[in-house]
């Protein structure tokens, strides 16, 4: 994840700097917290010789960012990772999430015909094209969304995330090209998703034959809700009480690489330090107690759960 501009920065994004007992710098909470007090736990568990009924495994992995398809989907798909239960470290506030929006992330292209500036009406302008896709998409999928909630996660949203088109001032665009993040709820399909936006292509494209538009998805990943009454919600919950937290289930707000585990069927939580805001932003930090809270939390449950019968 790319830090953006440092004038942004008030501490070097890649300083690691420690202040009033917060660390800063990009990565810091998402997810170096959460790793950090993973393997503080497993090394605890270890040093101190607890038996565990079963395998501790501790997976760290590069690409969750970008989809995750050389990270966890590798590991999983490959069956190196096959656990029975998982524990996704993100910043949740150290707070049990058990539900994530699953994502959509889409491309349009639309195509028209270049002709001079002075005489638009001689081509089709495709940036004018791709404007009144995205509107319709808007007005008839947003709209709707706006309506809809889910107990634990964040509303279901229709984002556009980039757009470019045209060479130049005076010539009228011959290409352009949008991507849009569509973020469904626990009970909402991605699969879904993308067909409701293909409808809405169709209809534009009987209303104008000419309207030359192409729908790409190019990445879907399902969400995530996790039973409150599974064994391992329990038995977090029973930890974190224990600790004077708050054992209430929340939901996570992104996305994480928990759905490759909820989408098998394997019973899945997010715990973590930190809050979900700070992740990408400038002067992300973390603080440093409450990763100790969270290598406690995680020592805690795995004795708990793999604990000899």
């Not at 953006?4 to 070097?12: F, L, Q, Y």
């Not at 999928?141 to 706006?146: M, Q």
């Not at 849009?180 to 034959?209: F, G, K, M, N, Y």
Request: hydrophobic letters at 40%.
């Amino acid at each position: 994840m790319p830090f953006g501009d440092r004038a942004t920065w008030r501490h070097d994004p890649l300083g690691a700097e420690i202040v009033g007992g917060r660390l800063y710098g990009r990565g810091a909470g998402d997810p170096k917290g959460c790793a950090a007090a993973m393997v503080a736990a497993a090394e605890t568990l270890a040093r101190l010789g607890v038996e565990l009924r079963g395998s501790l495994l501790l997976s760290l992995v590069s690409d969750e960012e970008v989809g995750g398809a050389k990270g966890t989907d590798m590991l999983v798909q490959r069956g190196l990772l096959r656990p029975d239960q998982v524990i996704i470290g993100e910043m949740t506030d150290n707070r049990i999430a058990i539900a994530e929006k699953g994502v959509l992330w889409v491309r349009l292209v639309t195509r028209g015909r270049t002709a001079h500036g002075s005489t638009p009406w001689k081509g089709i302008n495709a940036v004018r094209s791709m404007v009144r896709v995205l509107s319709a998409l808007d007005e008839e999928i947003g709209t709707r969304l706006a309506t809809m909630r889910h107990p634990l996660t964040p509303p279901p949203s229709l984002s556009v995330g980039t757009i470019a088109g045209g060479i130049a001032t005076n010539v009228v665009p011959d290409h352009c090209e949008a991507t849009i993040d569509r973020r469904t709820l626990p009970h909402e399909s991605p699969q879904d998703a993308l067909a409701e936006i293909d409808r809405v292509i169709a209809r534009l494209r009987e209303e104008d034959p000419h309207l030359d538009v192409t729908v790409e998805p190019v990445q879907t990943g399902p969400p995530v809700e996790t039973s409150p009454d599974t064994p391992l919600v329990r038995g977090a919950q029973e930890v974190v009480a224990s600790m004077d937290l708050d054992p209430a289930p929340v939901g996570y707000q992104q996305a994480s690489d928990g759905r490759f585990f909820s989408a098998r069927g394997i019973d899945t939580i997010l715990f973590g330090p930190g809050a979900a805001e700070l992740a990408h932003a400038p002067d992300e930090f973390i603080d440093l107690d409450a990763v100790a809270t969270a290598a406690v939390f995680y020592a805690q449950v795995a004795a708990r759960l793999l604990a000899p019968s």
